[in-house]
């Protein structure tokens, strides 16, 4: 196990999976209030396509699948702004289009490429030194703006109506919000994979949802469970040699069962029916 340590892609990937699950953990914690569970399936399946499109073209799959992810994210929040359409129907449509797009890709791509199903199923143990700086780099970003509009943010995602009527420009950082989402998932395509990647989003803070009533604690715990499964996932992963993205999802999955189980707020409606 201490061997592994010593080898630079394991180091690599124990850095890219601890990075993409701290920044999926934090962003989580607001797609969970706001209830945007169906948003970041909808947003992995677009960057996919993406990343399908820029393998066909030669052209590069990362800036792609930011381009496609960003664009299906504001065209869902244009269409429920002018509600015409409720935003989980809408990105059902963009979701069922962008992973027909990208099937379609691979289908005209003249020979198998793994790297692409890479993306698809997550390879955090085949993450380069470039894909390593696009992480940092995009993580970094991502969070800055979080810590800038934290109040704004927590403020829409409780109450969007609310933080309208209180003077927050409460569209614009919906909107904030979505680009937040798709960068994410356009981080974290390689580590967990386009299938699995919004379970990243979502399992850490509803498990940390189970343990606290506080939004700073919820956040913390979050950041803790999101890292920890990230970086053990990656462990499993190469000691069993099984795939990355389901390791971390699976234990990820386990952990939150158990927060269920031993959840103060479970426990605390138990006691309570059991004295009526």
Known sequence: MLELLTYDFMQRSLLAAAMVGGLCSVIGVFVVLRGLAFVGAGTSHAAFAGVALGYLMGWPPLGLAI???????WITGWVEEKGRMKLDVSIGILYTTTMALAILFIGLMKSYNAEVYGYLFGSVLSVTNEELSIIGVLSILVLGLIVLFSKELYFIAFDQEMAEASGVPARGMFFLLLTLVAL????????????????????????????TSSLMTLTLYSIIIGVTTAIFGVVISATWDVPSGPAIVLLATAVFFISVLLSPKRMKRASHAHVH
């Open 184 to 211: 994410t998932v356009v981080v974290s395509l390689k580590t967990v994979g386009a299938i699995l990647v919004f379970a990243m989003i979502l399992i850490p803070a509803s498990t940390a949802y189970q343990l």
């Open 67 to 73: 381009l496609f992810g960003l664009a299906t994210v």
